[in-house]
């Protein structure tokens, strides 16, 4: 199995293409799904949330209200790595569980979504391949204002505080452009999908816990011989 890094930029189309990916039976892990999980009433991230930024982050069920949290985060960088600083370990140890799981399933890559993976660069090392979700900056705006209804100012201060999409398209190993149509964008992840799945990337790991298995069969093959005595 190997790893692959799926990134982009905000409204750029990642949660949608990576929609694409899973339909077509490849092996997900969406760090946005699981960065929601983790902060559910109950888990010790919610609790460490409460204890740092208040209740007034808190909706009235006791979810965690992301809007507010968002907000706060987006206006002080201090707030938003105490918030990292608490989550990031929850969210990190749910991705190795399920990318645990799609090693044993058999599959032969797995694609993780991690919205900052060149910013931060902590997660890139493990990532055999990397795409980037691209789309042109006037669809970006048009989609983010659309989706979050912000203002065209605040959805261009929420892109410009990222790095730009073209430094990342420099730096993927594969690039899909979402800004035209739907079909588009899914015939181009169709054709990236035969290219992975294709790929032998899958198999040193694959033939490095097998030959480990067999070691260790051998082994407890040998120390059995030795140990229980010898039929009369
Ligand atoms: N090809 C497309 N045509 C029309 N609308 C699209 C297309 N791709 C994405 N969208 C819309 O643009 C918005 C942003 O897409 P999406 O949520 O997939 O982006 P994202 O990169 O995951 O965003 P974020 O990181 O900000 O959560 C959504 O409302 C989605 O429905």
């Keep these: 199995m190997f790893l692959v890094g799926l990134t982009g930029g905000i409204a750029s189309g990642k949660s949608s293409v990576l929609q694409i990916f899973q339909q077509l039976g490849c092996a997900v892990v969406d760090v946005d799904v699981i960065a929601r999980h983790v902060i559910q009433p109950g888990y010790p991230a919610h609790q ?43 969210i990190r140890k749910e991705m190795i569980k399920e990318t645990f799981k799609y090693f ?15 910013e931060t660069r902590k997660l890139l090392k493990y990532m ?13 705006l048009a989609r983010l204002m659309k989706r979050n209804g912000l203002s065209l100012e605040d959805a261009e201060a929420r892109v410009q505080a990222q790095l730009p999409l ?31 799945e294709r ?18 069969a051998s082994l407890l093959y040998l120390l059995a011989r030795c140990l229980l005595p010898s039929p009369p």
């Design 48 to 90: 460490r949330i409460v204890e740092a930024f208040g209740t007034e982050v808190l909706l009235e069920n006791g979810d965690i209200n992301r809007k507010v949290l968002g907000d706060l985060i987006f206006k002080q960088p201090d707030q938003r790595q105490l918030l990292n600083a608490i989550t990031h370990p929850e």
């Design 104 to 118: 044993l399933q058999g599959h032969r890559y797995v694609i993780l979504d991690i919205p900052l993976l060149f």
């Design 128 to 140: 055999k391949r990397t795409i980037v979700v691209y789309c042109n900056r006037d669809t970006q």
């Design 166 to 196: 073209k430094d990342k398209v420099r730096m993927a190993s594969h690039v899909l452009d979402n800004s035209g149509e739907w079909s588009n964008t899914r015939r181009q992840a169709i054709l990236l999908h035969i290219q992975l």
């Design 199 to 216: 790929s032998l990337e899958y198999l040193p790991l694959r033939l490095g816990v097998l030959v480990g298995l067999a070691g260790i």
